[in-house]
């Protein structure tokens, strides 16, 4: 690089550092280096900030966490490490898995240390292998604290907000335990009190927002980043897209900038941290499929189309290759309302695992354990060729947990029903003739599972099977949280389709979130954190939060390196 940055005098603004994108990696990074003295601009392609991020589930997994050691649990580095070779497989990159290892719960301490960001240890949630060597059902996963969105002020508009389907009364948030809550007040003086003060709080909050302000889950993540990076002077720039990137003597120095209808120079002494989200919503996307469900359906937001990819390997970066997915998988639903719009639900937690529920294809037979992680249930929709499949409950199912976008008893499913999203029929028969599946194969898949299910077991596929089979399900319901028959009448199923969190293939970083070129060496001023980075879980799925950690955990290492690069390098010159 130059002995000096040089800019010109017309116009172009000179910034420490470049973040490209606002979800949990790029508001990490904004945040991080803004605090430690660094002038930050956050340039975001959509209207509001926040990405997949801010409607994610929020939490973290990571090795070594005070929250861990405060509550006695021992994890030592080398389990983890078995673990991830295990679940990870032949993509097992040893050099990202140690950073990660050494420097998580370090990023973590600091961002709760420095920032709003405020983690809690869960009391039970396995890895999503739990009996894989190294596996634990507790002490890896933190959940997000909630936060009042009124701390953001005048950007509270700004913030992204969840789909409606991920939402109660049109804009009130719930977390994990709240959902719990909501599923026991009919049986629980104490869930109903929850409940109640829940509510009591949405009623006040609509009387001046246009949704909730009391924010659970991403929202919250991303609230908690987001106040404290404009608290430390971090301009958002919404609306705005990068082009390219500004490359001089092989270092990154810079962007050009589309923002308020002109292109805008951005020079930056420190470099640029790609964190775009990735190209799950992109035209490159179908091709970087195992095979077509042509209705695959992705939660990534529409902006996020593979600009972090485009701009490194424009610059000299390389990408991931022979990944076990380009994808992290998720069964996903989609309901198109009357006003036109199509409304996404992925089936993470409320559903698959509950006692009562199953998937069959069109013969009408099982072909997974529907308690497992929602990425293995879409792998196998892949391996078995079920793209799509039904989720079918009874009636009791139903009104304990819904179904989807259906809500549990005492809400009014119809509108559901008569968009055509929720299939209703007074018999199985009838259910399977209405939904296009074989009626004598359904009738013989029940009849099996019901048998087994009398007794909580599944001696077919095993729902219900491992810590965290039990623990997706309903842990009032004996003797396995996972299993019931499917006995009472009408009966209700709902499409799924092969769907996705987001895309795993990004461009090839070290353990500083430093991007590599062809020969595997970093390319100076450019990082990536988040979806942009290839990920280390190399496509695989080991547990709760392994793309917000990494994500919270590399943003955080790429602005540490700027800062320490940026504080060897001359102060720029002002060409005349």
């Given amino acids: 690089m130059n002995t000096a940055t040089r800019f010109p005098a017309d116009g172009d603004a000179l910034v420490d550092l470049i973040v490209l994108g606002s979800g949990a990696a790029g508001f990490a990074a904004a945040a991080t280096a803004a605090r430690k003295g660094l002038k930050v601009v956050l340039v975001e392609k959509a209207a509001q900030f926040g990405g997949t991020s801010a409607i994610s589930g929020g939490a973290v997994w990571l090795h070594g966490t005070d929250q861990a050691r405060a509550a006695g649990i021992e994890d030592s580095p080398e389990a983890m490490r078995r673990y991830l070779q295990k679940t990870i497989g032949p993509g097992y990159n040893a050099a990202l898995v140690d950073a990660y290892i050494r420097h998580g719960h370090e990023a973590l301490r600091w961002l709760e240390a420095h920032t709003e960001l405020k983690y809690a240890l869960r009391p039970l949630s396995p890895d999503y292998y739990p009996d894989e060597e190294g596996g634990t059902d507790r002490g890896r996963a933190l959940e997000m604290l909630e936060y009042d969105g009124r701390r953001l002020g005048a950007h509270f508009k700004d913030l992204k907000m969840p789909p409606a389907g991920m939402l109660l009364f049109g804009g009130m948030m719930v977390n994990r335990v709240d959902i719990q809550h909501f599923l026991s007040f009919r049986r629980s003086p104490r869930s109903l009190l929850h409940c109640l003060k829940l509510m009591g709080r949405y009623a006040i909050d609509r009387l001046s927002h246009p949704r909730g302000t009391r924010l659970t889950t991403g929202n919250a993540l991303i609230a908690r980043l987001a106040t404290s990076a404009f608290a430390d002077g971090v301009q958002v720039w919404l609306n705005s897209r990068t082009e390219s990137l500004i490359v001089e003597h092989g270092s990154v120095v810079g962007a050009v900038i ?51 990819l485009r701009l490194g390997q424009a610059a000299g970066a ?173 009966w209700y199923a709902v499409r799924l389709h092969t769907g ?45 939060g392994i793309t917000i950690g990494p994500g919270l955990t590399f943003g955080w290492l790429a602005a540490c390196h700027a800062a320490e690069r940026l504080a060897t390098l001359p102060s720029p010159v002002l060409e005349q």
């Fill in 500 to 544: 996705d969190l987001g895309s795993a293939r990004g461009l090839a970083t070290d353990g500083q979130a430093r991007v590599l070129d062809a020969s595997g060496a970093p390319i100076p001023g450019l990082y990536a954190a988040g979806n942009d980075m290839n990920s280390l879980m190399d496509g695989t799925y080991p547990g709760p």
């Fill in 258 to 308: 589309s923002r308020d209808g002109r292109q805008q120079r951005v020079l930056s002494r420190g470099g640029v941290v790609c964190a775009t989200g990735g190209f799950a919503a992109g035209p490159d996307a179908a091709a970087q499929r195992p095979h077509s469900d042509a209705a695959h359906l992705t939660m990534s937001p529409e902006t996020n189309v593979g600009d972090g």
């Fill in 318 to 490: 390389v990408a991931g290759e022979k990944l076990a997915a380009n994808f992290f998988w998720a069964p996903v639903s989609e309901v198109l309302h009357k006003n036109g719009v199509r409304e996404r639900f992925p089936h993470l937690v409320t559903d698959r695992a509950k006692p009562g529920v199953i998937a069959v294809n069109r013969a009408g037979e099982r072909f997974v354990n529907e308690s497992n992680s929602y990425h293995h249930f879409v792998q196998t929709m892949f391996a078995t060729g079920n793209t799509p499949c039904w989720l079918i409950c009874d009636a009791d199912a139903l009104n304990k947990y819904g179904l989807g976008l259906a809500r549990p008893k005492p809400v009014d499913n119809r509108a559901l029903i008569d968009a055509g999203y929720l299939y209703r029929a007074d018999t199985a028969e009838q259910l399977a003739t209405l939904i296009g599946v074989d009626p004598q194969g359904l009738r013989r898949t029940l009849e099996r599972y019901n048998r087994d299910a009398r007794d909580g077991l599944d001696r077919e596929f095993g729902k219900g099977g491992n810590s965290y089979n039990r623990y997706m399900g309903d842990p009032d319901h004996q003797p396995n949280p996972c299993n019931a028959p499917l006995l009472k009448a009408p």
